[in-house]
């Protein structure tokens, strides 16, 4: 254990003074807003601290698969067999087409993967990384999962692989795990840090079925009865009730907070292993990012214990470093406009927007315009749509276990009518302001646009003119560029270039919805209601929707203002429903206020990823994976 109290020893809170000096500069270059970047800017200061440097490059990743075996299987609290562990790691490896690859191409992360110990022969697995304790645990409802000697090597291994990750430029590490039942040992490892019954901490897993739930609740209360693991004694959980993988895990934060490297947390079984990290060093706490909040009912209470704010909700029930990669990129979007802000105004960087003005003279807008688009809708290809369903529930992964990022798949696909939509589509903002924008904005919008490598187009709205102008402005814009950008995010900045960024769905927000954030009015009258000033504004935001719906365009929406208008123009148009995707709070909970584009830049790359799921990952019959005899998978998905 010298290589463990060594690590130990060497972990250090982190320094606050240059987070503090970032703090203060955003807060004199935002004009004392401490609120538009939402949690970008936790996110943000929290990497500066870790890194102990002001303008870090963006972090170089890996995605490390750790994979063992759990004797807890045999109870039968899985949808798959125990073998699943060897054949995944073979998919890892061999076919290429897990989630973990996946996510790991979306990110641009190195991938490697470990037996810390499946219980199956690994010799034909090409890469496979040797760090093996045992073959697979003992079963934990019968007894303790391993020796205390075997959960101090399996965290000693995790400390030597990260420290050699390290030695190779590596800052920033993206953990997943693979082992069928290991979410019945973080259940357990939840429920003793967080003194919960095991009722309130098992969920489904692979998506089990009711009665298997049942059972598994049952199973993680025997074990805990058997075992007794002490919550003051890190180890005595690990040996108890834990497994070889989430030992590896530990150790991975261990080495990093003793480096001052980054750990992003995926999902409860991650989130289960920090628990144990925490016991064992507290302040390792400050070197993890936590990315979202999955679907098993442990991680909300893990990541309260770990005092961990996910940025995303997406429903994701997957260990393989998911929603870990998807945070990668928000962390450098993050970094990208803290090097911008921190040059202003001294060094501001070019806004390469293109800019389409109202005309003076007002068009001739009548309500067969309107009707026309109303009554002339695409629906969706449901063709395309039920292919694309059926690949990905037969993608080699539980069931439904991606979420969102499925259904973000599926209506892609109905939308361009193509059951397998390539990655890298094209895509642009199409960002409504007023006759002068603010300098400001224009450089926040231009550093996330950059990011996301998509074009702007600011669009000039025109005082004076009646309001069937702006919407016949918003329409031939978005309708124009709805021909050439599948993708298109519809943005907004604050109609007076003075006014505090957030100002407009401030403003919007009071007059539109209810406190408990209903809508208000009915859908033909609530232009009226709302404040004169931006009346103009929604009104070529509504034509813009129907337009790039009508031609065929997935719209992506920004900031709250974007989201009131949408949910406003659904009403008086229905058919337009499929083609929005709502952003925020519905998928990223960060609480941006800042509008000119942010939020529908972070989530062009939901919809990136979502397509590298589709393109990158491989069926079970491709990769000879077994298929779920449990739950809503059993007969759906085919070998």
Request: proline share 5%; aromatic share 6%; with cysteine.
């Amino acid at each position: 254990m010298n290589i463990l109290n060594q690590t130990l020893t060497a972990i250090k809170p982190v320094n606050h003074q240059l987070p503090d000096e970032a703090a203060a500069r955003i807060h004199g270059v935002m004009e004392g807003d401490d609120t538009a970047l939402g949690e970008l800017r936790s996110l943000l200061l929290k990497y500066l601290a870790i890194t102990e440097e002001r303008h870090p490059q963006p972090p170089e990743k890996c995605t490390v698969i750790c994979c063992a075996d759990h004797g807890v299987s045999a109870e039968g609290v899985s949808a798959y067999p125990p073998e699943t562990t060897v054949q995944m790691a073979r998919n890892y490896l061999i076919s290429r087409g897990a989630a973990a690859n996946a996510f790991a191409q979306y990110a641009d992360a190195e991938m490697i993967v470990v037996d810390m110990g499946i219980a199956a022969d690994t010799s034909d697995v090409p890469d496979l990384i040797n760090g093996r304790i045992a073959a697979g645990t003992q079963n934990m409802a019968q007894g303790p999962a391993m020796t205390r000697q075997q959960a101090a090597q399996s965290i000693e291994q995790g400390i030597a692989i990260a420290e050699k990750l390290f030695a190779e430029g590596i800052d920033c590490l993206l953990p997943g795990e693979m082992g069928i039942a290991n979410t019945t040992s973080s259940a357990a490892i939840t429920a003793v840090f967080c003194n919960l019954t095991a009722a309130e901490v098992t969920g489904r897993g692979t998506n089990i079925s009711d009665d298997r739930l049942q059972k598994k609740i049952g199973i993680v209360e025997k074990a805990l009865r058997v075992n007794q693991p002490n919550p003051q004694d890190g180890l005595d959980v690990l040996a108890k009730v834990g497994g070889f993988e989430l030992g590896a895990i530990t150790g991975l934060i261990l080495a990093a907070a003793a480096h001052h490297k980054t750990v992003i947390l995926d999902g409860a079984n991650t989130g289960a292993a920090a628990l144990i990290a925490q016991a064992l060093a507290p302040a390792c706490t400050d070197y993890l990012l936590a990315s979202h909040l999955g679907s098993e009912k442990s991680h909300t209470f893990i990541l309260q214990q770990l005092g961990l704010h996910p940025v995303m909700q997406l429903d994701l029930r997957l260990g393989e470093a998911c929603g870990s990669s998807l945070l990668t990129k928000m962390l450098e979007a993050a970094l990208a406009a803290w090097d911008v802000l921190d040059r202003l105004p001294q060094d501001p960087i070019e806004t390469p927007f293109h800019h389409e003005y109202m005309p003076r003279t007002a068009p001739k807008v009548t309500d067969k315009t309107f009707d026309f688009y109303l009554h002339t809708m695409q629906d969706l290809d449901h063709a395309s749509m039920d292919l694309c369903q059926q690949r990905l529930d037969n993608l080699a992964k539980p069931i439904y276990s991606l979420g969102h990022l499925e259904q973000i798949a599926v209506e892609t696909a109905g939308i361009i009518g193509d059951e397998l939509p390539e990655c890298g589509m094209d895509r642009a903002i199409l960002c409504f302001t007023g006759r002068v924008s603010n300098p400001l904005q224009d450089q926040i919008t231009a550093a996330f646009a950059g990011h996301a490598e998509t074009e702007v187009t600011m669009a000039h709205l025109k005082e004076g003119l009646p309001l069937t102008a702006a919407f016949d402005f918003g329409r031939e814009h978005a309708e124009y560029m709805a021909l050439s950008y599948p993708l298109l995010g519809l943005a907004m900045t604050e109609i007076d270039e003075t006014a505090p960024l957030g100002t407009a769905f401030s403003e919007l927000r009071t007059t539109l919805l209810n406190d408990d954030g209903s809508l208000r009015w009915p859908a033909d009258s609530f232009l009226q209601q709302a404040p004169e000033a931006y009346q103009p504004l929604i009104s070529a935001f509504i034509g813009a929707i129907i337009a790039a719906a009508h031609n065929s365009s997935f719209i992506l929406l920004d900031d709250g203002a974007a989201e009131i208008i949408a949910r406003y123009t659904e009403l008086l148009c229905p058919a337009v429903r499929p083609y929005i995707l709502h952003v925020q709070p519905a998928l990223l909970t960060m609480d941006i206020t800042c509008p000119g584009g942010l939020v529908a830049s972070l989530g062009f790359g939901l919809v990136e990823a979502s397509l590298h799921v589709l393109n990158d990952m491989r069926t079970f019959a491709e990769t000879r994976v077994a298929v779920a005899s449990d739950g809503p998978g059993a007969g759906r998905q085919q070998q």
